[in-house]
């Protein structure tokens, strides 16, 4: 099946610092890519939706100039976590998908973020 | 405001038996589903999928009921396996796009 990696698994970094999360689709052209986060015990919650070469679209709630999300090429988008604080510590995943198909969506390995 | 929900956070299962996973969503406009499996510290997998078109949905040892006049889902496993433990979490998507919602997942143990 398609393969979506994500990168770091894990990273720990210092409040105040900014963290890059990279999401590529190794063997398939992703027109949308989703991120996602997860806190401990919660449901998958959705942050934003990317479509390449495009501004990504956030849910309500997120601050787009907190998470900024990149998807220069349909392989590969990424989220910026700028100016970390502990509150943003976090499982953060990522899903590809391909238009006009709907339904599966493959996703990331997921990135572990931890700001101390 | 949760969309699709999934009630019971915990499920325990003899190794051998049914598993039952239920799922309840709120937006009539959810016309297809998915369940994934979450291993602690990985991404999910998905697993197996319905359109509104259909009521059920078998693959292996995995089926997906659904039933849209109660707006409930249902994944079947059986016969559980240890191998199964895990966490569930069931998802919908409109026809707009490829934007899922997910529930907050029911973590199954399998007991040998």
């Known amino acids: 099946g398609a393969v979506v990696s994500q990168h770091p698994s894990r990273v720990i970094c210092k409040s105040g610092t900014s963290v890059k999360i990279e999401c590529r689709s190794l063997?398939?052209?992703?027109?949308?890519m989703f991120w996602y986060r997860q806190f401990p015990k919660q449901s998958l919650m959705l942050m934003a939706t990317?479509?390449?070469?495009?501004?990504?679209?956030?849910e309500q709630g997120v601050e787009k100039d907190k998470f900024l999300i990149n998807h220069a090429s349909l392989t590969l988008s990424t989220l910026t976590v700028t100016s970390a604080h502990p509150e943003d510590s976090s499982f953060y995943i990522c899903?590809?998908?391909?238009?006009?198909?709907?339904?599966?969506?493959?996703f990331g390995q997921g990135t572990r973020l931890t700001v101390v | 405001d949760q969309q699709v929900k999934q009630n019971s956070p915990s499920l325990s299962v003899q190794e051998g038996r049914i598993s039952i996973l239920n799922c309840d969503y709120t937006?009539?406009?959810?016309?297809?589903f998915l369940w994934y499996k979450k291993y602690p510290a990985e991404g999910p997998t998905f697993l197996i999928s319905?359109?509104?078109?259909?009521d059920k949905n078998e693959d292996g040892r995995f089926t997906v009921f659904l039933n849209k006049s109660a707006k409930h889902l249902s994944l079947h496993i059986v016969p559980s396996q240890p191998g199964d433990s895990a966490v569930y979490f069931c998802?919908?998507?409109?026809?707009?796009?490829?934007?899922?919602?997910f529930g907050t997942g029911t973590s199954l143990t399998v007991i040998p």
């Open positions: 998802a919908a998507s409109a026809k707009s796009g490829n934007q899922f919602y």
């Open positions: 990317s479509n390449e070469g495009s501004k990504a679209t956030y």
């Open positions: 937006n009539s406009m959810f016309d297809y």
């Open positions: 319905i359109s509104s078109i259909k």
């Open positions: 899903s590809a998908a391909i238009r006009p198909s709907i339904g599966r969506a493959f």
């Open positions: 063997d398939f052209q992703a027109t949308t």
